[in-house]
Structure formats: structure tokens, C-alpha cells
């Protein structure tokens, strides 16, 4: 059960964490974060 | 509006979330085994040890996870089957060592890492790990992955949710299991790959005609 309570709060941190490590290097990289779907990450800088 | 961006710099864009998630998985992996070592009474280096043991097992048996994950691909998005899935990662986890309590949670929340940062390294097209191929593409030969290939991805995760569907109906995949067992085993998974492949290209076609179609009118 426990386990269980771990992974439902888990994936969504884990999914924000994720696109907090995208958008961090594409900042460093000029791209604003802002113009950017929250979670359709990097795909749009170039294979969209 | 296309912001110009050098091929290097996409690749590592690419990487930084699944990087992000495997580190906080390693972080909680230390606290996870690092608590159960130390609630067994050991002696300090041997718990440290026992710790670092066991982080190193998970991610060689991540590896092999992942590994077969990539062979287990196709066939799972055509046939619903062998996908480990965050099951799989869960078992390793509480294979190594049975603790219990709040510390459950942590193990919980690990796997969560390790499920985002790996799911999204496979190659397909949508995830990261085909930006990190198509970045290595680009730096190779100087092109741009074309934008029909990445547009597979839709098509492939459409046709994986419309079989996934068909599969839940079907009990259990008992009627597709039956007669995947039948193939022999050594060339069970080839075949199999060969016939998602098949079934996927078929799709794709299928689409290209009807876009012509579209174009037409």
C-alpha cells in the first residue's frame, strides 16, 4: 500500500521534474520555457 | 516561428529530463537501501557497503530492463504483451530487500524516477530518446529528421491504444498468448517484431494513401 501512495504522489513529480530539467537547458539555450506546451518538452523545438 | 539551435545543444535539451529523474532515482535509491541497511544493525561500513551494493545491482539490472524493454517494444505495443512496465521495476525493487513501513513510500516514489526517466529514453518517436537518435542523426549527416518519420509516432500510438483496447477485451490476451506460445521460442520474439513491423508499416501506408486522398479534395 505503501508503495502504492509512493508511486501515485511519484509520477506526477517525477513528470514536473522532467520537464524541469528540459526546460532548464532550454533556457540556457535562449528558447523561451513560456512559449512552450507544458509537457510536450523539447519535441517542439524540432521534430514538431 | 523555428528557433535556430544547434544540433549539440538540442541533443543535451533532449537528455536533461530523463538525466533529472534517473538522478533523483539514485538519491532515493541511497535513501531507500541506505535505510534498510542501517535498520538491520550492521556495522557502519558494512551498511555503507551493502547501500552501494545495492544501488549498483539496481542499475545493472535496470540496464537489462531496459534492454529488453527495447527488444519487447513492438511486440507489446502490437500485441499488448512482455512489457515490463513500472511492475517490472517495482519487483526490482522490493526483490532486494523487504522493508516495510513509511519507507515503502520512498520506494514508491522511486520507482516513479526510474519509470518517467527510462520510459522516456526508448527510441520512439515522441519520446526523448528518438530526439537523442535524431539529434546523433543530424550531427552525423548534416539533415534533419524528416517530419513524416516523427509523425510514425502518432500513428503508432494510436494503433497501440486501439490493440491495447482490443487486448482488455479479449481476457487477458489469452486467445493472442495461445497462439503466440505456439511459435518456437528461439524464434518467438524475431518473429514477432517482424510481425508488428508489418502490421505498423501497413497502418503507415494506409495513412500516406488517405492523406493523398485529403490532398486531392
Known amino acids: ?48 | 516561428m523555428r528557433h535556430e539551435i544547434r544540433w549539440s545543444q538540442n541533443l543535451l535539451i533532449y537528455l536533461a529530463g530523463p538525466v533529472v529523474n534517473l538522478a533523483a532515482g539514485l538519491v532515493l535509491a541511497a535513501g531507500y537501501f541506505g535505510y534498510t541497511a542501517w535498520r538491520s544493525d550492521l556495522p557502519l561500513g558494512t551498511a555503507v557497503l551493502r547501500t552501494l551494493t545495492s544501488i549498483s545491482l539496481l542499475l545493472e539490472r535496470l540496464v537489462g530492463l531496459f534492454s529488453s524493454v527495447l527488444v519487447e517494444f513492438i511486440p507489446s505495443l502490437v500485441l499488448g504483451a512482455g512489457f515490463h512496465g513500472p511492475w517490472g521495476i517495482h519487483d526490482l525493487v522490493q526483490g532486494m530487500q523487504n522493508p516495510a513501513g513509511f519507507i515503502d513510500v520512498i520506494g514508491g516514489l522511486l520507482t516513479a524516477q526510474l519509470v518517467v526517466g527510462l520510459f522516456n529514453l526508448i527510441p520512439f518517436p515522441g519520446l526523448d530518446g528518438f530526439g537523442v537518435i535524431g539529434c546523433l542523426y543530424e550531427g552525423i549527416t548534416g539533415r534533419v529528421v524528416p517530419r513524416s518519420v516523427s509523425a510514425l509516432g502518432q500513428d503508432m500510438i494510436l494503433f497501440g491504444l486501439l490493440i491495447g483496447t482490443l487486448c482488455l477485451f479479449l481476457g487477458r490476451n489469452q486467445a493472442i498468448y495461445s497462439e503466440v506460445i505456439r511459435i518456437p521460442e528461439n524464434r518467438r520474439l524475431a518473429t514477432l517484431n517482424v510481425f508488428g513491423l508489418l502490421v505498423l508499416s501497413s497502418v503507415i501506408a494506409l495513412r500516406a494513401l488517405l492523406q493523398r486522398d485529403l490532398n486531392r479534395k
Open chain 1, 1 to 48: 500500500m505503501g508503495w502504492l501512495i509512493g508511486l501515485v504522489l511519484g509520477l506526477p513529480a517525477a513528470l514536473i521534474l522532467h520537464e524541469l530539467g528540459h526546460w532548464w537547458l532550454m533556457e540556457e539555450a535562449g528558447f523561451s520555457p513560456a512559449r512552450v506546451r507544458l509537457f510536450s518538452g523539447p519535441a517542439t523545438l524540432k521534430f514538431k
